[in-house]
Each structure stands twice: as structure tokens, then as C-alpha cells.
T-cell receptor, first 116, second 113 residues
């Protein structure tokens, strides 16, 4: 069965520091991968998605970036964190969008980031 | 792009009553509609989904209905229990869209004893 991992689970970082969050998926190949951010008490905002190695689409302009160095690895980064970057960061995966139509997305356990 | 509106934002019911959450979408090409349940501090969990070729789907106490003409879909929870208390999100996606989901803003459901 498929499993999705995220680390770290929690993170407290000062303003202006760099960020690196990692997500890995097991038990599937060539998944679509997604990064979401959820501010406290709010909805899910799609930040980036990837349909393959090195293929990244950005949904919103921000000081974050994403990379996919391996098929089942997705990394979210920032060179300098802002206070507004605080939130719950969720990675998700799905099988590729094929002729059968969209498929279910499954979320990782998330990373709770507090920027101080 | 797609826009999904969700109502109500909060819903309080008595244990054993039914709860209904409604969503409308804007893009008539959307053909996949999942619902997620998120408990406090946890990840969203897929609880049920429906595709545009069916009008209703049931799984025990939960059901989803879809009206393509009106472009709205609803989540129905019967015989609510305290463990149903959570935030529920609806979403929509369409074929060829990279499997991207457009989410509603969420409904905080509270089941009171």
C-alpha cells in the first residue's frame, strides 16, 4: 500500500531563516505531488504541484519554491522566511490524471511551521 | 478558473440528527467531487467522492449528491455522532487539470450531546 511521509512534524524558525520541508511517497511510481498551506483556522491553499521529476508548477507568487529531485520526493524551500509563512504545510499525492479522469488525493501528516 | 463555494461555515447539530453541507462550483467541465474530513491538528482525510456520471453515492452514514445542471453537490451525514465533529471540505477537479483540486472554504461541524 502507499504511504506518504513528511518531516519534520513541527518547526519553529526565526524570520529571515531558510526553510526546507521534505515529503516522500512509498508504494507507487510517477505520482502527482502537491504542496498545500493551511493558515490557522483557514482553508487549503495549493502552493505547487508536480507531474514528474523536475516539473514544478507554481500556483501563487510567494517567497517559497519547490523541487522534485527524485520520482517520489518533493521538497519545499525558502531562502528567507516571513512571519506570514507560518502555517500547516501539507504534502499530497495522487495517481496521474489519466483518461479515467481525476483521481483521489491523499495527504501526508503535515508540518506545523511557526515563524517567530 | 474553478471556484467552489461552501455553506454553511459552521453547523451545530444534536447527536442523532442529520447534517447537510452544500457546495457550488463554477466550471461545468469539473467532473470529480471529493469530500474531506479534517480533525483538529490532523491531516484531511478523504471520506467520500463522486464523479459526474452518477447522481448519488452512499457509504454507511454518509452520502453525496450531485446536481450537474445546477452545479452543486452536497454531503449528507445521518445519525450524527460526536466523532463526526470536524471541519469538512468539499473540492472539485476536472480531467486534464493535473488532478488539481479546488477546495471550498470548509464547514466546522459540531455534534452536541
Amino acid at each position: 500500500s502507499q504511504t506518504i511521509h513528511q518531516w519534520p512534524a513541527t518547526l519553529v524558525q526565526p524570520v529571515g531563516s531558510p526553510l526546507s520541508l521534505e515529503c516522500t511517497v512509498e508504494g507507487t511510481s510517477n505520482p502527482n505531488l502537491y504542496w498545500y498551506r493551511q493558515a490557522a483556522g483557514r482553508g487549503l491553499q495549493l502552493l505547487f504541484y508536480s507531474v514528474g521529476i523536475g516539473q514544478i508548477s507554481s500556483e501563487v507568487p510567494q517567497n517559497l519554491s519547490a523541487s522534485r529531485p527524485q520520482d517520489r520526493q518533493f521538497i519545499l524551500s525558502s531562502k528567507k522566511l516571513l512571519l506570514s509563512d507560518s502555517g500547516f504545510y501539507l504534502c499530497a499525492w495522487s495517481v496521474p490524471d489519466q483518461a479515467g479522469g481525476p483521481h483521489e488525493q491523499y495527504f501526508g501528516p503535515g508540518t506545523r511551521l511557526t515563524v517567530t | 478558473g474553478e471556484n467552489v463555494e461552501q455553506h454553511p461555515s459552521t453547523l451545530s447539530v444534536q447527536e442523532g440528527d442529520s447534517a447537510v453541507i452544500k457546495c457550488t462550483y463554477s466550471d461545468s467541465a469539473s467532473n470529480y467531487f471529493p469530500w474531506y474530513k479534517q480533525e483538529l491538528g490532523k491531516r484531511p482525510q478523504l471520506i467520500i467522492d463522486i464523479r459526474s456520471n452518477v447522481g448519488e453515492k452512499k457509504d454507511q452514514r454518509i452520502a453525496v449528491t450531485l446536481n450537474k445542471t445546477a452545479k452543486h453537490f452536497s454531503l449528507h451525514i445521518t445519525e450524527t455522532q460526536p466523532e463526526d465533529s470536524a471541519v469538512y471540505f468539499c473540492a472539485a477537479a476536472l480531467t486534464g487539470g493535473g488532478n488539481k483540486l479546488t477546495f471550498g472554504t470548509g464547514t466546522q461541524l459540531k455534534v452536541e450531546l
